[in-house]
């Protein structure tokens, strides 16, 4: 079995709409981040959490929203879906400096 | 900006060739240098991390290669094998504190 898993692993929506990817971590982690990643641009941080009252902006947070529902669930939220957040997201949970990720959610925002 | 720059984009490389893959960065604070290996439609994972403490660690055929006065850091895939084929990413952390990534080098190992 996974240790992260995300959901929806693709998506397709309008701009406009409201979305959300979920992330689930088995490993029983306290940190978690969310990722884009997009051609030529690398992994870039949305958001990440060091425990589940802890939530701090990435560089590219804006647009995005998460929350931390418990110590093994942590989801990215898009308030108003836009075109250029088509993008690849991932999830990741870390333990002893390693990010262990998950598979990714391939988001279309027409 | 990125805090960590890398280089090549891409590269191309004949079966049982050397890859190099260059990373440099301008914190001096960042002490926790990882690897991470991602291949088409999976998570990237870790590969091989460095601390500064050391100039070179090897597991198998992956050598990271570090030099703390140039701040630069280098992978190093020997006897590339097709299997190798992925996007490596290198990265940096300071005090146990989040990852800055490289934008990533897509590996093509022709057989």
């Known amino acids: 079995d996974a240790d992260v898993t995300q959901t929806p692993r693709n998506r397709i929506t309008k701009t406009g709409k409201r979305i959300m990817l979920e992330c689930s971590q088995t490993k029983g982690h306290d940190r978690m981040y969310w990722y884009r990643q997009d051609p030529g641009l690398g992994l870039r941080l949305i958001y990440y959490s060091f425990d589940v009252k802890d939530i701090n902006k990435g560089e590219i947070s804006d647009g995005y929203s998460v929350s931390r529902q418990a110590q093994a669930k942590f989801s990215l939220s898009l308030e108003s879906a836009i075109p250029n957040q088509t993008a690849l997201y991932f999830c990741?949970?870390?333990?002893?400096?390693?990010?262990?990720f998950g598979p990714g959610t391939r988001l279309t925002v027409l | 900006q990125q805090q960590v720059k890398q280089s090549p984009q891409s590269l191309i490389v004949q079966k049982g060739g050397i890859s190099i893959i260059n990373c440099a960065y301008e914190n001096t604070a960042f002490d926790y240098f990882p690897w991470y290996q991602q291949f088409p439609g999976k998570g990237p994972a870790l590969l091989i991390a460095?601390?500064?403490?050391?100039s070179e660690k090897k597991e198998g055929r992956f050598t990271i290669s570090f030099n703390k006065s140039a701040k630069q850091f280098s992978l190093h895939i020997m006897d590339s094998q097709p299997g190798d084929s992925a996007t490596y990413f290198c990265a940096a952390s300071k005090s146990d504190y989040k990852l800055s990534f490289g934008a990533g080098t897509t590996v093509t190992v022709r057989a």
């Open positions: 990741a949970a870390e333990g002893g400096n390693e990010q262990f």
């Open positions: 460095i601390r500064p403490d050391v």
